[in-house]
C-alpha cells in the first residue's frame, strides 16, 4: 500500500469554509486517480468526490454538488478538497484514498491506500 498524508479540516461554523489536503510523500500522486470519502458516527463510509489521474474528469455526490471542489495539483503532488458552504450534516471524518481501478467511482474495494482521516465539524 501506498501512504497517503492528509491535513487541513477542523471546526467551522455553517456556511464556512475548508481545504483538505492530501500528499502523497515518495510516490507519484498524478498516477493514480483519487477519491474523497467521509464517515459520520454510526453511518457507512461514503463517496464525497473523485477525479481522474489526469484531472479532467471530476465527480461529485449530489449532496455536496456546488459546494465542494476537488482538484489536483500535480507540481505539489497533492489532491485538494475545498469545502464551502459548509452544513452542519458535512460533519465526518473524511478520508482521502487511491484507487485501483480505470474509472472515477465509490466502491470501496477499487480503493487500497488510504490517508489517515482527518475530522471536520461544523457547528455554531
Known amino acids: 500500500q501506498l501512504r497517503l498524508v492528509q491535513s487541513g479540516g477542523g471546526l467551522v461554523q455553517p456556511g464556512g469554509s475548508l481545504r483538505l489536503s492530501c500528499a502523497a510523500p515518495?510516490?507519484?500522486?498524478?498516477?493514480?486517480?483519487i477519491g474523497w470519502f467521509r464517515q459520520a458516527p454510526g453511518q457507512e463510509r461514503e463517496g464525497v468526490s473523485c477525479?481522474?489521474?489526469?484531472?479532467?474528469?471530476?465527480d461529485y455526490r449530489d449532496s455536496v454538488k456546488g459546494r465542494f471542489t476537488i482538484s489536483r495539483d500535480n507540481a505539489k503532488n497533492t489532491v485538494y478538497l475545498q469545502m464551502n458552504s459548509l452544513k452542519p450534516e458535512d460533519t465526518a471524518i473524511y478520508y482521502c484514498?487511491?484507487?485501483?481501478?480505470?474509472?472515477?467511482?465509490?466502491?470501496?474495494?477499487?480503493?487500497?491506500?488510504w490517508g489517515q482521516g482527518t475530522q471536520v465539524t461544523v457547528s455554531s
Open positions: 515518495g510516490f507519484t500522486l498524478a498516477y493514480y486517480n
Open positions: 484514498a487511491i484507487s485501483v481501478y480505470s474509472g472515477c467511482d465509490y466502491d470501496l474495494r477499487h480503493y487500497n491506500s
Open positions: 477525479i481522474r489521474r489526469s484531472g479532467g474528469f471530476t
